[in-house]
């Protein structure tokens, strides 16, 4: 019990400077994020901000790792933005209720670890489409709605204030840094900004322009739909897309802030909290969300370490929609586009286009799909499920190509044939293509210490070939062959010679 609900870990160090400045600056970043997403799904700006909040708070406590951060994620409200607008709001929540209900069985059941079989590749495309994504959104900020509803460009004056205060702030993020690190760069950038606009009088684009952020506690709210069977098959697919959505977010991210910080997280941990998040979110009117790669990257940057700076983060969110909306909404958003600009410069994979000449060509192929896919569609989930399939089907390929066959004759006159490669679905071709039926004597011997049985096809293909030899009254014997496999070749066993001493019994997954 004391594992699950430990806030720190006091056998290390908090910095409680750097947590408490990490979590104020997450939260200044979070506001908008969440904000604009809300407002594009049709919703009201604080069912943006209640998930920022209960989502920050809720993994940040009990979630796999610290460092962390998850909110009103744009990922995920995406994908349910068909539902909204065919259904309204209230089957949102119902759906984001049953999403946290998949994300905790995932977790349960032990199958977070899978996503470790995510290539790299896959990585690389996933965080530069998700960087051209986040850099993208800020460019929306330089256009306005007027009073008719109709959107266009800054232009004049106005443009020039936007684009000025966010080189500023892109500035101070930039270099800050080399003279101090003793508080984190964009929240420096985002106070100086707004010390500018508010000193000099500059008019300019606030967070008042996107929405008011003021607002109540969130309050517990069953979801005032029909429970019936109707309403499952509504809902179903779309909790099923956005708890895959979320989940491979997050978990994408803690894989990531295990490689910045060295340590190691629990995805099946992660997973629950997750689940248990937006069920909250369901029942206390969030939109719903996961982990935010942007806002993770923020944190870790202004030196956080630990699950304090995720708690300060979304008790702020929550203290400024009860008290600091007035303040905030005077924030320009100029100062948080540059710093989401910054954030976006910084998840880019750069290693990933100074190594392109070093990776082969399928790696290229399959980093660029999945940063199109991401780009285009916003689809993170299908991006990810594509770029695994193509390299799955790269690997199965090379595999493929490389079974062959050492042929001898002893001195009995039985023929040698010794497998080396696996023999799978793409490799059975080949490998009935290596004997020469009509010209073998009439005893031949398989030998498969140096290759391994991986599936049914495989198993059908041996099944083939001994008949194949009985056809023409010749023996076919197969050695070293593993005991589950021999098995499963009943119509062959008359014909298989085992040698029980030497013969192995693979399992898939050894506990």
């Known amino acids: 019990m004391k594992n699950t609900i430990s806030l720190f870990d006091f056998s290390k160090k908090i910095n409680y400077k750097n947590e408490l400045l990490a979590g104020f600056t997450v939260a200044m970043t979070m ?5 604009s997403f809300a407002i594009l799904a049709g919703l009201s700006p604080l069912t943006g901000l209640y998930a920022a909040f209960m989502m920050g708070l809720i993994t940040a406590i009990l979630g796999g790792r610290p460092g962390m951060v998850s909110g009103g994620a744009g990922a995920t409200i995406v994908v349910l933005i068909a539902l909204i607008k065919s259904h309204g709001i209230e089957y949102l929540f119902a759906a984001v209720a049953l999403a946290g209900i998949f994300q905790i069985l995932v977790g349960v059941f ?22 051209v994504i986040i850099f993208m959104a800020q460019i929306e900020q330089f256009k306005i709605t007027d009073s008719t509803g109709a959107i266009s460009w800054l232009q004049g004056m106005p443009l020039y204030i936007m684009a000025g205060l966010t080189a500023l702030t892109i500035a101070i993020v930039y270099f800050f840094p080399k003279i101090t690190k003793a508080v984190p760069a964009s929240l420096v950038a985002i106070i100086v900004v707004f010390a500018v606009v508010f000193g000099f009088n500059i008019p300019t684009k ?13 309050s517990f709210h069953i979801p005032q739909i029909p429970f019936t069977l109707e309403t499952l098959r509504i809902i179903f697919p779309y909790a099923l897309v956005m708890a895959g959505v979320g989940l491979i977010e997050s978990l994408l991210t803690l894989s990531m802030v295990d490689e910045i910080t060295n340590s190691k997280g629990t995805a099946n941990k992660e997973s629950v909290a997750q689940g248990i998040a937006n069920i909250t979110n369901g029942f206390f009117g969030g939109m719903g969300g996961c982990a935010m790669v942007a806002q993770t990257l923020v944190n870790l940057n202004a030196g956080s370490r630990a699950r304090l700076s995720g708690i300060i983060g979304s008790v702020m969110i929550l203290a400024i929609i009860l008290f600091g909306a007035p303040f905030i909404e005077r924030i320009p958003m ?57 390299a799955a089907l790269v690997f199965a390929w090379d595999n493929a190509k490389r079974i062959r066959a050492r042929k001898s004759i002893d001195e009995n006159g039985v023929k040698h044939y010794e497998i080396y490669g696996p023999l799978f679905f793409g490799s059975v071709t080949a490998f009935m293509d290596k004997f020469d039926l009509m010209d073998d004597p009439d005893e031949v011997v398989v030998d498969f210490r140096e290759s391994r049985i991986v599936d049914m096809s495989a198993i059908d293909a041996l099944d083939k070939l001994s008949k194949k030899y009985s056809q023409q009254n010749k023996k076919l014997y197969l050695r070293h062959l593993s005991e589950d496999c021999r098995a499963m070749l009943k119509n062959a066993e008359a014909m298989i010679e085992v040698n029980i001493q030497e013969d192995p019994t693979y399992k898939v997954m050894p506990e």
Do not use: C
């Open 110 to 131: 032990k199958l977070g670890k899978f996503v470790r079989l995510i290539p790299q590749p896959v990585m690389y495309g996933f965080l530069n489409g998700l960087a």
């Open 31 to 35: 506001i908008p994020e969440s904000l």
């Open 206 to 218: 606030t967070v008042a322009d996107i929405a008011h952020i003021s607002g109540n506690l969130p």
């Open 334 to 390: 100029a100062a948080l586009v540059g710093v989401m600009m910054m954030v976006a410069i910084g998840t880019f994979q750069w290693v990933s286009i100074l190594i392109v000449n070093k990776m082969p060509k399928s790696d290229i192929f399959v980093g660029i799909t999945v940063a199109l896919i991401t780009i285009i569609l916003h689809n993170l989930a299908l991006a990810v499920l594509v770029g695994v399939v193509i």
